[in-house]
């Protein structure tokens, strides 16, 4: 199994609302990590995580919460997000931190509206 | 800015033919410089990488050179299928610290 399944596929979400982005890949990987990428841009690193501990946060605003309830499960909490959040987030997971090779699942298409 | 970029964002060639596409880094700190393909709807998937110390690499129908002299890498397709149609974005890992840096991407569109 080489899959990193995200769910849901489309979100679509009011600023006052809370949500949260699900991940999960069962390939034994120790690192995972949350892009976000915007139409026709590529992605940007927000988080990863290295045995299930926050190793970098790329100054991503506090209305975005990743968290890791163990080596399988990635998951990313939204609360008050505006529109210009609106964008494709992909979960990713390589063997260790640093590997050139993750994989990344399909990604979540959010919509704020 | 960004540590890495690409020259075209559209490349159109036909089926057959190679393919070659570029991309312009800055960061010479890199350690690794990779190759990801985007299919439409889909994540990125890893293609092929090279370390900063070789100048070529080989793989199933694809050969990445890097340039250091002029920060340059490019990713080579040969007899390219429609399959092949995608983005491709150059990425960089410095080092293990970090998780990928990716650069502007180029969308190749294989004609018939």
């Known amino acids: 199994d080489t899959e990193v399944t995200q769910t849901p596929k489309h979100l679509v979400m009011g600023m006052t609302n809370k949500k949260s982005l699900k991940c999960e890949q069962h390939?034994?990987?120790?690192?995972m990590y949350w892009y976000k990428q915007k139409a026709k841009k590529p992605p940007e690193l927000m988080f990863v995580?290295?045995?299930?501990?926050?190793?970098i946060n790329e100054s991503v605003p506090s209305r975005f919460s990743p968290e890791c309830p163990n080596s399988s499960l990635l998951n990313l909490h939204l609360h008050a997000l505006q529109p210009e959040d609106s964008a494709l987030y992909l979960c990713?997971?390589?063997?260790?931190?640093?590997?050139?090779?993750?994989?990344f699942g399909q990604g979540t298409r959010l919509t704020v509206v | 800015g960004e540590s890495v970029g690409l020259h075209l964002p559209t490349l159109s060639v036909q089926e057959g033919d190679n393919s070659i596409i570029n991309c312009a880094y800055s960061?010479?700190?890199?350690?690794?410089f990779i190759w990801y393909k985007q299919e439409s709807g889909k994540g990125p998937q890893f293609i092929i990488d090279?370390?900063?110390?070789?100048d070529k690499r080989q793989g199933q129908r694809v050969t990445v050179l890097l340039n250091k002299t002029v920060k340059h890498l490019s990713l080579q397709i040969a007899a390219t299928q429609p399959g092949d149609s995608a983005v491709y974005f150059c990425?960089?890992?410095?080092?293990?610290?970090?998780?990928?840096?990716f650069g502007k991407g180029t969308h190749l569109i294989i004609q018939p």
């Open positions: 960061n010479s700190a890199s350690d690794y």
């Open positions: 995580y290295s045995y299930e501990k926050l190793s």
């Open positions: 090279i370390r900063s110390n070789m």
């Open positions: 390939m034994g990987h120790r690192a």
């Open positions: 990425a960089e890992n410095s080092g293990g610290a970090d998780g990928l840096t």
């Open positions: 990713a997971s390589s063997q260790d931190r640093g590997d050139t090779e993750a994989f």
